[in-house]
């Protein structure tokens, strides 16, 4: 696969593959923001929340998915840029749809087991929604691995960018209809198929068409751990509704949604364009190993940095924005909304660390920290505290002994390598 800007030269590619993936970034931080504004306006608070944990739910999913992404563009990568050896293994878009049947087979078979927990009393039609979606977006994963990983970046971004506007579109068309909450998660879910539409183009052809370089067996070993880490990540990440919901009780839970949207509202604009960049941070990773831990701390400074002032701003600015944006029922206290940006912060730095461990190549040191974290803010979630005192302690501190875990991984990877 070629890549994108390769012919611009390398600082030229350099500065064309983050301008693109930046953009692309900025265009789904965008459109996550307006699914969840308009769910707040059409539905009422109840409903709300119950469309919070299919949103959880979905995402942590697609957040599971993400480490065959992950997988996909460091074993790609790594197979392109072996000198005079054309890859043998197994075609990443084929093993991506086969692992995305896997697990929509699973929800399905399981789902007498968490659907009223998790959805509500009437679970199923969500399930549906749920299963055919994660298979829609193994497939999306597969590829848009394969581009990051042969470094077709415009194409990438553009990818990652369309798939947000049509997720936009589709709840956006549910919601003026008067879908309702199930409508509205099936356009959140469907969009995952945008993939398909790009089928005609150069870039894409050739990613579904490359190779991972290793055995299948081998490659669906480090998928698995990868996956392993992520479907805890995403938990934290993106399945903290669902978290919330199954420790607390039904008639809290119902009024949760001002809380959920405020746990939204405050990690998307440090998460999402970092999540978006993971594809890039593995490569960077790759290429500068011998610099040790420096690029890692060069990227972690610059995400405290933007911690620290926007907790600032969402104590001073947070809760009249979100009553005016949102209506009068959203209303959280500006103490609560600056816990949560910083917890947000804690959860980017997990992050960054992630991908830099499994660039490395440590996929279990990655699934650890992840694994960590999330049993740590489990645990809090249990204590006998108010909801909006579990949330902020618990995204905070589990996050934070995760990254202690990938720290030291990193450190000792680094320094065995120099």
Do not use: K
């Not at 087979?105 to 927990?117: I, K, M, N, Q």
């Not at 910083?342 to 997990?350: G, H, Q, R, T, V």
């Not at 204590?383 to 720290?407: D, K, T, Y």
């Amino acid at each position: 696969m070629t890549a994108d800007a390769g012919a611009a030269g390398p600082a030229t590619g350099q500065a064309a593959r983050i301008g693109g993936v930046g953009l692309a970034s900025l265009v789904a931080a965008a459109a996550g923001y307006l699914v969840l504004l308009v769910a707040a306006r059409v539905l009422t608070p109840a409903q709300n929340a119950d469309f919070l944990a299919f949103w959880g739910l979905l995402f942590f999913c697609f957040g599971v998915l993400g480490g065959l992404q992950n997988e996909t563009t460091r074993a790609v990568h790594v197979a392109l840029a072996a000198p005079g050896q054309a890859p043998r293994g197994p075609r990443a878009l084929r093993a991506g749809l086969l692992v995305g049947s896997a697990l929509a087979l699973a929800l399905l078979v399981t789902a007498p087991l968490w659907g009223r927990a998790v959805l509500g009393p009437r679970p199923w039609p969500l399930v549906g929604v749920v299963a055919v979606s994660v298979l829609a977006f193994a497939g999306h994963a597969a590829v848009g691995g394969s581009l990051a990983g042969g470094g077709a970046w415009s194409t990438y971004a553009r990818l990652v960018g369309s798939e947000s506007v049509v997720r936009l579109v589709l709840t956006g068309v549910a919601a003026a209809v008067g879908l309702g909450t199930t409508g509205m998660a099936a356009g959140a879910g469907f969009a995952a198929a945008t993939w398909l539409g790009f089928s005609a183009a150069p870039a894409v052809r050739a990613a579904r068409s490359s190779r991972v370089g290793v055995s299948g067996r081998q490659f669906a070993g480090t998928a698995v751990q990868a996956m392993a880490g992520t479907a805890a990540s995403a938990a934290l990440v993106v399945g903290f509704p669902v978290l919330l919901r199954v420790t607390t009780p039904a008639d809290a839970y119902a009024l949760a949604a001002p809380l959920l949207m405020a746990v939204q509202l405050t990690r998307a604009p440090l998460l999402i364009p970092l999540n978006a960049y993971q594809g890039v941070a593995i490569t960077h990773f790759l290429a500068h190993r011998d610099r040790g831990a420096r690029p890692l701390l060069q990227v972690a400074a610059v995400v405290l940095a933007g911690g620290a002032v926007g907790a600032g701003a969402a104590a001073v600015v947070g809760p009249w924005l979100m009553a005016a944006v949102l209506g009068p029922d959203y209303r959280v206290p500006g103490s609560v909304l600056a816990g949560l940006t910083a917890s947000a912060c804690a959860l980017a730095l997990l992050t960054l660390t992630g991908a830099a461990v499994l660039a490395l190549g440590r996929h279990r040191a990655y699934a650890a920290g992840w694994l960590v974290a999330t049993a740590v803010s489990a645990v809090l979630l249990l204590m006998p505290w108010s909801l909006e005192a579990r949330a902020v302690v618990s995204l905070a501190a589990g996050p934070l002994v995760g990254v202690l875990v990938h720290a030291v991984a990193v450190r000792r990877a680094t320094v065995g390598h120099r």
